[in-house]
């Protein structure tokens, strides 16, 4: 299954207030770790290891209420911009990107880097939370 972007709260809301296990991708397009590990996590949602969750991406810009209602927390694009910061990237790599696994409205983990054996980790635990 490959991974779905969400594109508004209400949509958030639905996905993971549904019965399936789904995670979550918080990430930014300014964001380097989250630009290098986006491919592992959609080569994971291709795996049958993994066929029983569902994956989704969310652009913190973009969907800032999903992102402080999950507490996501990162310095957006805009306020680099504003204050003309080029390069928080050390921030950055301690919040950025995370990854959040929800099931019937519950966060029930949470995974904060770009590691890859953390995030398939968090979704082997995930999965076997919920098996």
Known sequence: MPVTAINSHE????????????VIDFWATWCG???AISP??????ESDL???????KVDVDE??????EVGI????G????????????FIFRLQMPTFAAFQNGNKIKEFVGANPQGLQQLLTQAAASVA
């Open 11 to 22: 949509e958030f809301k639905t996905i993971i207030n549904g019965d399936k296990l789904v």
């Open 33 to 35: 770790p989250c630009r």
């Open 40 to 45: 592992i996590f959609q080569n994971h949602s």
């Open 50 to 56: 993994f066929a029983g969750i569902a994956f989704y």
């Open 63 to 68: 969907q800032p209420e999903i992102a402080q």
């Open 73 to 76: 927390r990162a310095v957006c």
């Open 78 to 89: 805009m306020f680099r911009e504003l204050f003309r910061i080029r390069s928080l990237d």
